[in-house]
């Protein structure tokens, strides 16, 4: 199973950036689609946005025009890049591929 280690989140202002990274162990990270979840408190975890080996990609429709998700597999990496952050996406995000999770990063957007 592969394993996943979240990194990148933090406090931030609304309106302002962040970006996650989600490392993956193993050497066929290429072949798996990615996937970025988040779940605040209360509420179910939700999809984000899902990359898949080709690098074709989905997005909440939330989350549409503001987020990026993007992988690099010389890197073993997928990101997810955060723009005009809003309070409602206070969540802790987790990252998902080959039926294996993250620990999780915690985003909270607040002035």
């Known amino acids: 199973q592969v394993q996943l280690v979240e990194s990148g989140g933090g406090l931030v202002q609304p309106g302002g950036s962040l970006r996650l990274s989600c490392a993956a162990s193993?050497?066929?990270?290429?072949?798996?689609?990615m996937g970025w979840y988040r779940q605040a408190p209360g509420k179910q975890r939700e999809l984000v946005a899902h990359i898949d080996s080709d690098g074709d990609k989905i997005y909440a429709n939330s989350v549409k025009g503001r987020f990026t998700i993007s992988r690099d597999n010389a890197k073993n990496t997928v990101y997810l890049q955060m723009n005009s952050l809003k309070p409602e996406d206070t969540a802790v995000y987790y990252c998902?591929?080959?039926?294996?999770w993250g620990q999780g990063t915690q985003v909270t957007v607040s002035s």
């Open positions: 193993g050497s066929i990270f290429s072949i798996y689609a």
């Open positions: 998902n591929a080959a039926g294996g």
